[in-house]
């Protein structure tokens, strides 16, 4: 194993494993192919992930097409070209280094979708928070992701495009919103650090940054959660 990077061990991992090992993956994958049991396997872990009312909301459109994958790239390419623009000089320095897709690299792209009719009308949970439909597909995306990373394939997810252009561009039906292109493959190796931070866009916050007890307001500086002993 080298310093910076994970290579993968054959023993099965943790499941804390898996979650620290998870990255977003844009330059590493090594574009061999999926072998089909795994590709099932992950698929069948997300098609596994809890949603609102049992909606299971969500589809997933495997895209190997070198044509669907090109147009989209353009695409990509375009919107990351917008965000640039907003940037100040600083921040497109930074943002020059950055790599935000690896759609031509990776063996798959994978687009996950929401069908906010499915389970409809009365879906139960879904009453008063409409966004509990797209959390639902997000957790079937995660799932994905961890199964993926056991498997020792990397995952990137990329939201760099207009939905209407995605839904064109695949063919969705009218209602159906496309939530993520996921680029999916084996790769050489995980990073250890999120190349956002390798990159110094930002710096992940410590978990006491975001913990408060029994108020917002109430941050408790003096018992700090990350001091406690974990087993
Ligand atoms: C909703 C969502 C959208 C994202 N969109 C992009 C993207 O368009 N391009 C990209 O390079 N990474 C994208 N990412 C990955 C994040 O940048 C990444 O998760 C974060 O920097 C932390 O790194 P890690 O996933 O390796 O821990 C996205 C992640 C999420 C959850």
Redesign the pocket.
Known sequence: MTSDSYTFAKNSMSLYDIINK?????AQFSGESIDTNILKKILQAAHSAPSVGLSQPWDFILIESESIRKQFKEH?EIERESFNNVLDNDRKGIFAN????GILESSLGIVVTYDPKRGSPAVLGRNTIDEAGIYSV?LAIENLWLAATAENLGV?????YKEEFLAELINLPNGIKPI?WLCVGPVTHL?TV????RFKW?K?MSLDDVVHYDSWNNRSLENKISDEKLD
């Open positions: 998870r990255r977003d993956v844009r990509v950055i790599k935000i897709e997000c990137g997810w990329v939201s760099f993520a990073e999120p190349d956002l931070e930002r992940r």
